[in-house]
C-alpha cells in the first residue's frame, strides 16, 4: 500500500462547479498537509497547508483534514477554466532526530474545467 | 527574477556519463530539496539538506549524489547515468519546512 493514494483523474467538470479533490493516507506520523497547484511544464505551486486536523479557507479554495479516517479534501468553488491543472497533495511529519522530513506527495489528479 | 532558479533547463545525455544540475535560490531558506517526477508516480524526494552540514537521504537516493556549497546552492549529480533517470527534476526551498517553493524544473534525457 501506498503512503498517499490519490485518484489521477483526468476530473473534468463544467465552469462554476464546486470541485472536490481526495487523498488518503496511511501513515499516522503525519502531521502537516498540503495542497499544490501544478500546471503544464511548471513547478509545483502551494496552495494550502493545514496542521493536524480542521478546515482552512482561502479565498474558492478550502482545505479540509481528517485525521481520524486518514483522509484530506481540497474543495474549490466557483471553478474557473484557468484552475484547470494537476493537483498534487502532499504530506509531512518529523523525525525521531527532532526535523521535519521532506514532503511524501500523491500522484495528482489532472483537473479540466470546462468553458 | 525568480526566487529558485535551475540550471539547465533541459539536458539530453547519453549512459555512462557524469550529469550535475544545480540549484540557487534568493529567498534565503535553510532548507532545500531534490524531487524527481515520473509520468504515473508523482514526485518523489530523492535528498534533502538542512543546512550546509546536514544531508540527508530521501525516498530514492540510489544513483544520486548531492552537494550543498552555500546556503543558496544545492547540486545533485549523477554519476553515470542510466536511462531509467530520464525524468523531471525540481529543486525546492522551505522555511518553515511544510511551506516549500519550487523552481521550474529541469527535463533530464538520458539516451
Known amino acids: 500500500q501506498k503512503e498517499v493514494e490519490q485518484d489521477p483523474g483526468p476530473l473534468s467538470v463544467p465552469e462554476g462547479a464546486i470541485v472536490s479533490l481526495n487523498c488518503t493516507y496511511s501513515n499516522s506520523a503525519f502531521q502537516y498537509f498540503m495542497w499544490y497547484r501544478q500546471y503544464s511544464r511548471k513547478g509545483p505551486e502551494l496552495l494550502m497547508y493545514t496542521y493536524s486536523s480542521g478546515n482552512k479557507e482561502d479565498g474558492r479554495f478550502t482545505a479540509q483534514v481528517d485525521k481520524s479516517s486518514k483522509y484530506i479534501s481540497l474543495f474549490i468553488r466557483d471553478s474557473q477554466p484557468s484552475d484547470s491543472a494537476t493537483y498534487l497533495c502532499a504530506m509531512q511529519g518529523w523525525h525521531s532526530g527532532g526535523g521535519a522530513d521532506g514532503l511524501t506527495f500523491g500522484k495528482g489528479t489532472h483537473l479540466i474545467i470546462q468553458p | 527574477d525568480a526566487d529558485v532558479t535551475q540550471t539547465p533547463r533541459n539536458r539530453i545525455t547519453k549512459t555512462g556519463k557524469r550529469i550535475m544540475l544545480e540549484c540557487s535560490q534568493t529567498k534565503g531558506h535553510d532548507r532545500m530539496y531534490w524531487y524527481r517526477q515520473d509520468p504515473g508516480l508523482g514526485l518523489r524526494l530523492i535528498y534533502y539538506?538542512?543546512?550546509?552540514?546536514?544531508?540527508n537521504k530521501g525516498e530514492i537516493s540510489d544513483g544520486y549524489s548531492v552537494s550543498r556549497q552555500a546556503q543558496a546552492k544545492f547540486s545533485l549529480s549523477l554519476e553515470s547515468a542510466i536511462p531509467n533517470q530520464t525524468a523531471l527534476y525540481f529543486c525546492?526551498?522551505?522555511?518553515?519546512?511544510?511551506?516549500?517553493?519550487f523552481g521550474p524544473g529541469t527535463r533530464l534525457t538520458v539516451l
Open positions: 539538506s538542512f543546512d550546509v552540514k546536514d544531508i
Open positions: 525546492a526551498t522551505s522555511d518553515p519546512p511544510s511551506e516549500q517553493f
